[in-house]
C-alpha cells in the first residue's frame, strides 16, 4: 500500500498571515504610487514591483537582521519588507525631507541604512560589484552577516558580473546573487539576449552554486534563500538564484509594452503570488472573511496616512545640496590636509 501523502503545512499560521499582509500591501501602496505618478504627484522614473511581491518578502524572510540587501531601481517594496513605514518610502517619492534619502534620491534610489538596505541604483548592474564590495566588509569584520544582492535578467548581461562572480568566488565573499527574472529587459525578452535561458547555469562556469526557482510563490523562495544564505554564512562562498517572476505592469510608467501579448500576462496574473498565498490561508481556515477585510483595512488606513505624510511633509532648504555630498568629520587627517 501507497504511502500517505502528509498534508502538513512547511510553514505557521502566523508565517502565512504576515507574508499576505507584507505582500497585500506592496501590492496596494505600488498601485496609489501609480495612479499618483499619473496624477503628476511627483516626477522622475518610476517601475513598480506589482507581481514581484514574493521574491523580496521571502528573501527577507529567510535573512536575518544585520544582513544587507542592494537591489535595482524597482525597489519600493524592499523598505516595506524590511520593516520600514511606506510613508517614508512615499515621501522620498514625493522628494520631501522626509523621506529615505531626504528626498534626494526619488523612486529609483531607496536607502535605509538601519534595516541593512544598501540602495536602489539606477546604473544597470553597478550594485552587483557592490554587494560584493559590501558582502566583503562583512567578512572583513566578521560580522557573520550576508550581503543579498538583488539584479534584473537585463543587468546580468553586463561585463561586471563575470568580473564580480569570478572574484567572490576566489576570496569566498559571503553573498546570494539573486536574480529578479522576470522575463524582460526593458521590453526585451531573455532569449533574444543569450542562448542560455536558464539563468542558473551562468554562476556553475564559475563553480558557484546555483538553482532556479519559482518566483511566484513565496514558500518557494523563502526555502531557497535559507538555503543561500546559510551557504554563503558558512564561508563557503557565494550562490546564485535565478529567481523567475513576472512585472504584471510595464518596465515603467511610460512603457507600452507592445513585446508582450495580453494571453501572455494574463497567464501569469493567473499564478498571482498574493493569491497563492490568501489560497493557503483560506483552504487551511487560518483566516475568515472577518479576518480578510480587517487586513484590508489596515492596508486602506496605512495607504491613506502614508500619502496624507508624504503631501505635508516639507520639501528639502537649499541647503540641502551641500550636504551629503562627502563623508563629514570621520576622516579628520583628510579634512585638515595633514594625510
Not at 500591501?25 to 511627483?42: A, D, N
Not at 524582460?184 to 558557484?208: C, F, H, P, Q
Request: hydrophobic share 35%.
Amino acid at each position: 500500500m501507497a504511502a500517505k501523502k502528509s498534508t502538513k503545512l512547511a510553514f505557521s499560521k502566523d508565517q502565512y498571515l504576515k507574508w499576505y499582509e507584507d505582500m497585500l500591501l506592496m501590492r496596494k501602496i505600488e498601485e496609489k504610487t501609480g495612479q499618483l505618478y499619473i496624477q503628476q504627484k511627483f516626477g522622475g522614473f518610476c517601475h513598480l514591483y506589482i507581481g514581484q511581491e514574493a521574491v523580496v518578502t521571502g528573501t527577507v524572510s529567510a535573512t536575518q537582521k544585520g544582513d544587507k540587501h542592494i537591489t535595482a531601481y524597482r525597489d519600493h517594496a524592499h523598505p516595506i519588507a524590511l520593516g520600514v513605514h511606506p510613508k517614508y518610502m512615499m515621501a522620498e517619492l514625493y522628494g520631501k525631507s522626509t523621506g529615505m534619502s531626504k528626498g534626494k534620491g526619488g523612486s529609483m534610489h531607496m536607502f535605509h541604512k538601519e534595516t541593512g538596505l544598501m540602495g536602489g541604483h539606477g546604473i544597470v548592474g553597478a550594485q552587483i560589484a557592490m554587494g560584493a564590495g559590501i558582502a566583503f566588509a562583512e567578512q572583513y569584520k566578521n560580522t557573520g552577516n550576508i550581503c543579498i544582492t538583488s539584479m534584473g535578467d537585463g543587468a546580468i548581461r553586463q561585463g561586471i558580473l563575470h568580473e564580480t562572480f569570478n572574484m567572490a568566488m576566489n576570496w569566498k565573499i559571503p553573498v546570494v546573487f539573486l536574480i529578479e527574472n522576470n522575463n524582460y529587459a526593458m521590453g526585451t525578452s531573455v532569449d533574444r539576449t543569450t542562448n542560455v535561458t536558464d539563468l542558473s547555469e551562468i554562476g556553475k562556469s564559475y563553480n558557484m552554486p546555483s538553482k532556479s526557482v519559482d518566483g511566484m510563490k513565496v514558500t518557494e523562495v523563502h526555502e531557497a534563500m535559507t538555503w543561500a544564505a546559510d551557504h554563503a554564512r558558512s564561508g563557503k562562498g557565494p550562490v546564485l538564484l535565478d529567481i523567475r517572476t513576472y512585472r504584471f505592469k510595464g518596465h515603467s510608467m511610460s512603457d507600452p509594452q507592445k513585446y508582450r501579448t495580453k494571453e501572455e500576462v494574463e497567464k501569469y496574473k493567473a499564478q498571482d503570488p498574493v493569491l497563492f498565498v490568501k489560497d493557503i490561508l483560506i483552504k487551511n481556515k487560518f483566516i475568515d472573511d472577518k479576518g480578510l477585510a480587517e487586513i484590508m483595512d489596515r492596508i486602506k488606513a496605512t495607504v491613506e496616512e502614508s500619502v496624507k505624510f508624504a503631501e505635508e511633509s516639507p520639501s528639502p532648504e537649499a541647503s540641502e545640496l551641500y550636504k551629503d555630498i562627502y563623508v563629514e568629520d570621520n576622516y579628520p587627517y583628510i579634512m585638515d590636509n595633514k594625510f
